[in-house]
């Protein structure tokens, strides 16, 4: 069973992951290195997973403490996706690193290796985590709404 904080380092690494495979020095090729960065747009950043922790008192499991002011990119300019974008980038990056994993024809180096293994281990874009993200996503979208009224 994955717990809380390992459900919220999954993302940040996953995060951190992304970042590192979209850069021009990155081992891969310019198309993978345009999906990773496609995947960062939506994909929910530490400021993100903060403010998740602190308003779900870790319900599904994003815990606040796990997540520094310090990770919080300072010059991540975008709008605030969507619940379903959030859903679809999670997915989406479990997807396209679990495919990296499998590729031999890339050339990763072991660390690089290591990482897309931690990174998956308990990853919620993994179909037995689906369930909890989603539901507490759409548990904020709920409480916004009535916010509104």
């Known amino acids: 069973m994955t717990m809380p904080h390992e459900r919220t380092r999954a993302l940040r690494w996953s995060w951190d992951l992304l970042q590192s495979l979209a ?5 891969l090729t310019p198309e993978l290195r345009a999906k990773a960065a496609q995947l960062l747009a939506h994909h ?4 993100d997973l903060h403010e998740w922790g602190r308003d ?5 499991g994003i815990e606040a403490a796990d997540v520094r002011r310090s990770d919080f990119p300072e010059d991540l300019q975008r709008e605030r996706p969507t619940r379903d974008q959030y859903v679809a980038a999670i997915n989406e990056t479990f997807n396209f690193v679990q495919g ?50």
């Open 23 to 27: 850069s021009a020095d990155s081992e």
């Open 44 to 47: 929910p950043s530490a400021k």
């Open 56 to 60: 779900w008192n870790s319900g599904i």
């Open 100 to 149: 990296l994993q499998w590729q031999s024809a890339i050339p990763l180096n072991e660390e690089r290796r290591r990482e897309i293994l931690y990174v998956l281990r308990h990853h919620p874009g993994d179909p037995a985590e689906q369930g909890a993200v989603d539901h507490h996503l759409r548990k904020l979208e709920r409480e916004a709404l009535e916010k509104k009224d």
